[in-house]
């Protein structure tokens, strides 16, 4: 089978995942053990097509909404509690009989199920409920319905595999203690995987710079724990090697819970060692494909996961583009080879970041260039110390993580640095602009022999590219003023340079920094708290580790602290606006003279 036609039997294989539509899986992979003993691949590509609807169908058919009512009995963890609103814990969790749940822990019973990780089993009683309507998220995971904690009766280690995976990361957790509290989280996500905990300021910064990847574990850091193991590896004969190649890169899956980008990586470079061990040879594209049409067919909703569908398109950026790259960019090869990939990575992911998140940060290119390579530094120090530091205790755990502070330290610095540039992202009409630039650029290159012809062409497609990466700063910059809506429960006014925020317990802090951030908005001369609570008090201890923030303005009694209570109206002038702040039962009600707010 050549490049060519593993990709479309890859893409046949996406297709009928996504279409869910299909014979019963026996007829599917009847027809496909035909297709492979006729060596025809059309006909195998047709049948993984009718395979992968086929198994997709069975899945959904298989999501049957659980019957809401009391529970009782043993389930085991699939994946580590994570926080989840007010104050409670999630995590997914399967029943005896294999349907997937997300089991939800409330307090008082939220600080016993934090303790616990994946592969443990525990005994509690509780509430079934169904799923949400619409819960894509939910279904991605194959969860069929929701389990309200009531009481964790007891609990269990789980299998040995279980056991060892999560001996290994309490390790890395124990010595990750010494790092400062704001970068432990950023250890363990660039060696785990492990968002949990990072702060929500970081999390954003890392977002506007296009580093997000960098605390998804990937193919990277696979090939980073091969070369750890290949010391010993190498000293085994042949197909020895090969099964404990596959036993480490199985348990490093185990260890970072199988997310979408450790599957693809994983069974990559499974079928890598393969192939390399029977002789045949295989190219990258070949690799991605064939992981690609095996994934999907074992895990149909693989096609549907965001951390998927990045993890590919990030893949075959690299593995398509990165090779010319390198032979058209000026300069020494380590700055060739670093810029390549770079480039070529954030072009693959560009259509999955702009359709799913509305846009790629301009800023992604020299934050990658310069975060990447201390990130892998990172993973590579930060696996071997981190274990050591976790068994030898807080004196060389603190010798040990120096290195991997002053790191990580630079790391969030370059994510800071690269979300506050004033870039802009780009969004689908310049992706578009983009795309036709090179178009006109390459064909102006294939007519190079009619000069006229092919240097106008060559020159078009550049100008188009340049306008379609200058516009979104021209944009930010010329940004008009007026009233910007940042979510629910949050505005800003901005005029002349001066910004307002007014914000109630509504506002998601997501959602509004991700907005100042797109709004090209660092600093806040005044910040109304329109109503006191708990999550606005939080949101403005956030706001002032996010960037500068002037006076803040809360009702009477107001439990945020540093801020100027209103006991009566009062008028300000930010910018070009006249606004009246006044004390009303308990809240304060805002009127800008300008328009109201969108």
């Known amino acids: 089978m050549s490049d060519g036609m593993a990709v479309v039997v890859a893409l046949a294989a996406a297709a009928g995942a996504w279409f869910e539509r299909g014979p019963s899986p026996w007829v599917g992979a009847a027809l496909a053990l035909a297709a492979l003993a006729s060596r025809w691949p059309i006909a195998l590509a047709v049948a993984v097509f009718l395979l992968a609807g086929g198994l997709a169908a069975g899945a959904e058919a298989g999501l049957l909404p659980v019957t809401p009512g009391a529970f009782r009995g043993t389930v085991t963890l699939l994946g580590d509690p994570e926080p989840a609103t007010s104050g409670a814990l999630r995590a997914d969790v399967r029943l005896d009989d294999g349907r997937h749940l997300e089991a939800v822990a409330r307090a008082p019973d939220a600080a016993s199920f934090a303790q616990r990780a994946a592969g443990e089993r525990i005994t509690i009683s509780g509430r079934l409920r169904r799923s949400p309507p619409q819960s894509d998220w939910l279904r991605v995971r194959h969860v069929a319905g929701q389990l309200e904690i009531d009481e964790i009766a007891s609990w269990s280690p789980g299998g040995w595999a279980a056991r060892a995976a999560n001996a290994v990361r309490t390790a890395l957790q124990r010595g990750a203690v010494v790092l400062p509290e704001r970068q432990r989280p950023l250890f363990l996500g660039f060696v785990l995987g492990d968002t ?9 910064d890392f977002r506007g710079s296009g580093l997000t990847h960098l605390l998804a574990v990937s193919g990277e850091n696979v090939a980073f724990v091969l070369a750890l193991a290949g010391p010993l590896l190498r000293r085994l004969t042949l197909r020895p090697r090969l099964v404990a190649t596959v036993t480490v890169i199985a348990f490093f899956a185990l260890v970072t819970r199988f997310e979408p980008s450790v599957l693809r990586a994983s069974v990559m470079a499974a079928l890598a060692v393969t192939a390399s061990t029977l002789g045949r040879e295989a190219s990258r594209l070949r690799l991605l494909a064939l992981a690609v049409a095996l994934l999907v067919v074992v895990d149909p909703f693989l096609v549907r996961s965001v951390g998927f569908q990045l993890s590919v398109a990030a893949c075959a950026g690299i593995v398509l583009l990165a090779p010319p790259l390198v032979r058209a960019i000026p300069g020494p090869p380590f700055v060739r080879d670093a810029l390549a990939v770079t480039i070529a990575a954030q072009v693959g992911v560009a259509p999955v970041l702009v359709i799913v998140f509305g846009g790629v940060p301009l800023a992604s290119v020299p934050a990658n260039l310069l975060a990447a390579p201390v990130a892998g530094a990172v993973m590579v120090w930060g696996l071997g110390a981190g274990i050591g530091a976790g068994l030898l205790g807080p004196r060389p755990a603190a010798i040990l993580h120096w290195p991997t502070g002053l790191m990580i330290r630079w790391i969030a610095d370059v994510a800071h640095w690269g979300a506050t540039l004033p870039l802009g992202e780009l969004q689908v009409r310049h992706l578009g602009l983009v795309a036709l630039g090179v178009s006109l650029a390459v064909l102006g290159r294939r007519l190079g022999a009619r000069v006229g012809a092919g240097l106008a062409l060559r020159l078009g497609g550049c100008a188009l590219m340049m306008v379609a990466l200058v516009t979104p700063l021209l944009a930010l910059r010329a940004a008009p003023d007026g009233p910007v809506g940042l979510g629910s429960g949050a505005v800003l006014w901005r005029a002349s340079g001066d910004a307002l925020l007014e914000l109630d317990g ?9 907005g100042l951030r797109r709004a090209g908005v660092r600093h806040l001369d005044v910040v109304v708290v329109r109503t006191s609570s ?14 500068a923030v002037g006076n803040v303005l809360t009702p009477a009694g107001s439990i945020v602290g540093g801020a100027t209570a209103i006991s009566d109206a009062i008028a300000l002038h930010i910018g070009g606006f006249d606004v009246t702040v006044t004390p009303d039962s308990g809240r304060l009600v805002v009127d800008v003279a300008r328009g109201p707010p969108v």
């Open 506 to 514: 509504r506002a998601h802090v997501d959602d509004l920094l991700e």
């Open 196 to 204: 949990r905990g990072q702060a929500v300021d970081l999390t954003d």
């Open 534 to 547: 708990p999550s606005t008090a939080t949101t403005v201890e956030i706001l002032r580790e996010w960037g």
